[in-house]
């Protein structure tokens, strides 16, 4: 287990320079001299030597990305170009809207997702699978933003229900923050819950012809009984995995969701920086989700091993 | 070497004969439905300039018009034709997400392979696979465009790394799988030459798995090269792509729906049609999964 | 009709004329092709033939445990204590699964829920059915698995089945199954999947536990030897029929039905020391996808006449409780 543990968090580690030398590079890469990119367009050529000097420009490449690395480990994630301020400030300001948006989606995108798919496997060929096949469809290739339009259009402006676009701040109260929240989080789940609840379904299947079901059925156990205690247990490991490794994509929708509801989160910090090429947020956005994606993936491995007896590492 | 020869037919759907494809098609729908709906969607889109009007020519005498004979989804707010741009999109969106679905399956393809048969390359290039995976696609994107800027060969280049790991460990399993097969020892055993070995018995079983696989990508690249364009970094703004349109058009969304709607339903139909064919695919090289399914 | 002299008191269960269909994409199996048999309270039949005959699914139609999507009891009726269970609502069967007709399982290493432990899975047997609280039940777990004689049964009871080799989990499987003293337990294969050593073991412990029990017990087996060593009545099927039915010492001493006749001479006899080749029953079992005219045995019958293709022979009374389906069954036991 220890032994597991530690080949884990050096392959991790491992994964995690290699991103941190792509996301270094980024900036080096990009045309022009960065420190003339970091001091912005109206700066003098002393300005841009003091910069230069200031990021130490002239260390070699591999020195230079060692002090980096090791500033970002210690939480320095440098200075925004367009504001002058530091990223880990801006980061930290726009942190509450996504970790909301995110939250909410994955709750939600959980409990229909997984529910869809258990009834559909329960079912199989009935009713609920027939939806879900069709449902699925349609999450699969309807993007974000289209959904998203929609529910505005349809939610907010024809029917007034729910405010069009904004966000409310979870200390204003919980109520307006999560008016506001109802739709981004519908649009985005709407792809999750079908992905979730495909997944579920198959494992559920799969589960379901288990000689050990059959077992269960001759106790005299219930249907509920059988799904939820017996099955879902065992399913459960192929359907924690494909949650984690989903996150990755949650994010790319986050971007997106709040774009479309105007949400000022790290999406929308990270689509501004693009447009003013603020290069220090977009690599530390970079860094942070992924090593977040890498962290969390991480810990689904460990607690596979809480769910299933058999798995010891 | 005729020892060898009835290994090699039992092959998993290793030679898919030309012939016998209208008859497979037959049998599965989901495979005549998104192709067809597919190749209706590249003949439109390639017929545009003979019934699709003028996608660019603006008329500020016709602004967020509704829909009329002359312009049948209405006019956007610089008084463009909204039918136009929605079928000259097409072009984009299948021009980006065909060309990105192709790099990244023929690069994930060779990573496979390679990282399949060499211990050494695998362990760094799949580390390295790991951490592209480890970034969201769309940010991963954005990243690498904003070293150049939006122009719609770095747009193809960004949408088709972030796919490529996905491919080549779909591609190196199928290989990890296959090389312990009797047949590929047999060959090898029998004095056959590696990179024979390799095209011969290892690709084409391959190739199944990576037609669904390559459809995914496709629809996937679709989608994110309208993100993109969405998002203000994928396509040039002066090329109608939907993602532009959308993004275009939302101050607009109350007044003119139609001019958002008409791009994002064509996205999801182009989407579907793609995702359509992929399961289809799926269900016919692997008829067990399409019970479960 | 035959050896139903009346359903009496000490008939536990009646099965008439059960009939099971399996449905595959384009055909339909007919698994089981009409059968009838009694079991009386505390009695062990055996039910042995080929794979493929219809033994579990017999089983399983009895507990209504088919496939729901591939297959269905199509008639018939299964009484048990004269009630037929197959009119029940499922939550009435539910309530008769596991408390009053158990089962046992031919696979030990698939049959048990991988992720809990097996005295958790135990007591969840005693939990459904009798309003045991958790400790209650987990003590019964321990107890039972005492009874099946796995030794250090504290330990045992928070022991995952992975941790249990095949015989061990099969006495979990036996302990589970008789934990809430069932009146029929019927055994599909029970051994088959165990080494050679542990089988004579798990027979034992299942007649020892049967007879202190007062437990009526279906013996589902292809063994001839287990069904001699075992039970007190034999049902012989081929293809979906019952072909032959008697008690033990008629059976072997006399059996009237060819194929009967035929597995018994594919059984090693220690006796007649080495043999050179054991006779097997030449050609191959009947396909139950296509309806099948006269005797099903008849394409590998060695006593087949014109009759036996064209008519198929209703199961008759031969001898005092011996039962066969043949045309030629007295000749078959002069033979």
């Known amino acids: 287990m220890a032994i597991y543990i530690l080949r884990r968090m050096v392959s991790t580690i491992a994964v995690m320079v290699m991103v941190g030398m792509f996301v270094f590079l980024l900036l080096r890469l990009a045309p022009g001299d960065p420190a003339a990119i970091i001091a912005g367009k109206s700066a003098t050529a002393e300005m841009i030597a003091g910069i230069r000097e200031q990021l130490g420009l002239n260390d070699p490449l591999p020195v230079q990305f060692v002090h980096w690395a090791f500033g970002i480990l210690r939480g320095d994630l440098g200075i925004s170009i367009f504001s002058g301020r530091p990223v880990l400030e801006l980061i930290s300001q726009r942190l509450e809207p996504t970790l909301s948006l995110s939250i909410l989606t994955m709750i939600l995108s959980v409990l229909v997702g997984v529910s869809f798919g258990i009834l559909a496997a329960w079912r199989s060929g009935g009713f609920v699978d027939r939806l879900l096949t069709a449902f699925s469809a349609f999450g699969y290739s309807v993007p974000v933003f289209v959904i998203g339009y929609f529910l505005i259009y349809f939610f907010a402006i024809r029917m007034h229900w729910l405010p069009v676009q904004g966000y409310a701040p979870i200390g204003e109260g919980l109520g307006p923050w999560f008016v506001h929240l109802v739709l981004p989080t519908v649009a985005l789940s709407l792809g999750f819950i079908a992905f979730i609840a495909r997944v579920t379904r198959a494992s559920m299947l799969e589960v379901l012809s288990e000689d050990y079901m059959r077992t269960a059925a001759a106790k005299g156990a219930s249907s509920y009984a059988m799904l939820f205690h017996h099955a879902l247990k065992n399913a459960g490991v192929p359907i924690l995995t494909v949650i984690g490794l989903s996150f990755a994509w949650l994010i790319g929708g986050v971007v997106l969701t709040e774009t479309v509801f105007n949400i000022p989160g790290i999406g ?46 | 070497m005729t020892l060898l020869s009835a290994p090699v037919k039992a092959a998993p759907i290793g030679r898919l004969r030309l012939s016998e494809i209208p008859r497979l098609a037959r049998r599965h729908p989901l495979v005549l439905a998104g192709g067809g709906l597919l190749a209706l969607l590249i003949i439109l889109a390639l017929a545009a300039p003979l019934y699709a009007g003028d ?27 909204v039918f136009a741009r929605t079928i000259f ?83 190196r399993s199928v290989v990890l799988g296959v090389r312990e097969r009797p047949y590929v020892e047999a060959a090898l055993c029998g004095g056959a030459r590696l990179p024979k070995v390799l095209w011969r018995h290892i690709l084409p079983s391959t190739i199944p798995a990576l037609m669904v696989q390559g459809a995914t990508v496709c629809a996937s690249a679709i989608l994110t090269e309208a993100g993109l364009s969405f998002l203000g970094v994928g396509v040039p703004p002066e090329i109608p792509s939907w993602g532009n349109m959308i993004a275009s058009s939302r101050l607009y969304l109350a007044i003119a729906p139609l001019t958002i709607f008409a791009p994002g339903i064509c996205l999801a139909v182009t989407v579907l049609a793609v995702n359509l064919l992929g399961d289809g695919l799926r269900d016919m090289f692997d008829p067990r999964a399409k019970r479960r399914r | 009709m035959l050896m139903r002299e009346f359903a009496g008191d000490d008939v536990l269960l009646d099965v008439r004329d059960l009939e099971t269909h399996f449905y595959g994409e384009e055909s339909v199996t007919r698994a089981l092709g009409g059968i009838s048999f009694q079991v009386k309270k505390g009695e062990t039949v055996g039910v042995v033939g080929e794979s493929g005959c219809g033994k579990s699914v017999t089983a399983l139609s009895i507990l209504r445990l088919l496939p729901k999507l591939s297959a269905k009891t199509v008639g018939g009726e299964v009484r048990f204590h004269g009630r037929d269970i197959l009119e029940l609502s499922d939550r009435e069967m539910r309530k008769i699964r596991g408390d009053q007709i158990a089962m046992i399982f031919q696979e030990p290493m698939t049959s048990l829920n991988p992720v809990y432990t097996v005295g958790h899975q135990i007591a969840e047997a005693v939990q459904i059915h009798t309003k045991a609280s958790r400790p209650v039940a987990m003590a ?92 007190q009545r034999v049902i012989v099927m081929y293809a979906g029929r019952i072909v032959e039915q008697a008690n033990v010492v008629d059976l072997f001493a006399r059996p009237a039905h060819p194929y009967t006749q035929g597995l018994m001479r594919s059984v090693p006899d220690p006796r007649r020391g080495r043999q050179r080749r054991l006779p097997e029953i030449p050609g191959i079992v009947p396909n139950l996808r296509e309806p099948i005219v006269g005797c099903s045995f008849a394409p590998r019958c060695p006593f087949a006449i014109d009759i036996c293709r064209e008519k198929r022979p209703p199961l008759r009374d031969v001898g005092s409780s011996h039962a066969a389906a043949c045309w030629r069954a007295e000749e078959v036991m002069g033979a």
């Open chain 2, 89 to 171: 999109g097409a072009r984009i969106s299948l021009v980006v997400g065909l060309l990105s679905a192709a790099s990244a399956a023929v690069v994930g393809l060779l990573i496979g392979v390679v990282a399949g048969y060499s211990r050494g390359f695998d362990n760094i290039v799949m580390r390295i696979m790991d951490g592209l995976m480890s970034i969201p696609t769309i940010l991963l994107a954005i990243a690498l465009i904003s070293l150049t800027g939006p122009g719609i060969g770095i747009l193809i280049v960004a949408i088709a790394i972030p796919e490529t790991p996905a491919v080549a460990r779909l591609v």
């Open chain 2, 55 to 81: 996608p660019v020519n603006m008329d500020p005498f016709k602004r967020l018009q509704p829909p009329s004979a002359e312009m049948w989804f209405g006019s956007d707010n610089l008084g463009r034709d």
């Open chain 1, 268 to 313: 929308r910090l990270v689509v501004d920086a693009i447009n003013n090429r603020d290069y220090p947020i977009i690599q530390s956005v970079l860094i942070l989700t992924s090593g977040l994606y890498v962290l969390i993936n991480l810990t689904v491995d460990l607690a596979y091993t809480l769910i299933d007896p058999r798995i010891r590492y």
């Open chain 3, 140 to 231: 019964k777990a321990e107890e039972m698995l005492r009874l099946v004689r796995i030794a250090d049964p504290e330990r045992r009871v928070s022991n995952y089945p992975h941790e249990m080799s095949g015989g061990m989990r099969q006495r979990v499987m036996i302990a589970m199954a008789l934990a809430c003293s069932p009146e029929l337990l019927i055994a599909d294969e029970p051994t088959t999947a165990l080494d050679v050593t542990i089988q004579a073991q798990i027979l034992r412990l299942i007649v020892d536990l049967k007879d202190r029990m007062g437990a009526a017990v279906m013996f589902i087996t292809h063994d001839l030897g287990v069904v001699a060593e075992t039970c």
